[in-house]
């Protein structure tokens, strides 16, 4: 079993900034391809950034492209998102998720139905 916390949530003005942490228990974190994703209020769960479990690989949405970053720590178990030039349509709750399939080093996971553990999420609101 898994447990994610996600941190780093906020409210942050329009153009701002934050980064988002997820701290993975269980010892084999560093086999699992991970992924954030996001679910605004009356919205379905999009997702936002993965990586792969060597780190080698980043997938991201286009609306979050050139403003977001997934990146891990392996030794730390813990994966980021740090989020730049943040837009109000940007405000959600955000979600890491782990997926426990066995990959390739190079296999990132978008689909939110192929990810076996999920955080309780954080808030993200940013400000216009």
């Known amino acids: 079993q898994v447990q994610l916390v996600e941190s780093g949530g906020g409210l942050v003005q329009a153009g701002g900034s934050l980064r988002l942490s997820c701290a993975a228990s269980g010892r084999t974190f560093s086999s699992y391809p991970m992924g954030w994703f996001r679910q605004a209020p009356g919205k379905e769960r999009e997702f936002v950034a993965a990586i792969s479990w060597s780190g080698g690989t980043t997938y991201y949405s286009d609306s979050v492209k050139g403003r977001f970053t997934i990146s891990r720590d392996n030794a730390k178990n813990t994966v980021s998102l740090e989020m730049n030039s943040l837009k109000p349509e940007d405000t959600a709750v955000y979600y890491c998720?782990?997926?426990?399939?066995?990959?390739?080093?190079?296999?990132?996971?978008?689909?939110?139905?192929?990810?076996?553990?999920w955080g309780q999420g954080t808030q993200v609101t940013v400000s216009s």
């Open positions: 998720a782990a997926d426990r399939g066995v990959r390739a080093p190079w296999d990132v996971i978008v689909r939110g139905e192929e990810y076996d553990y």
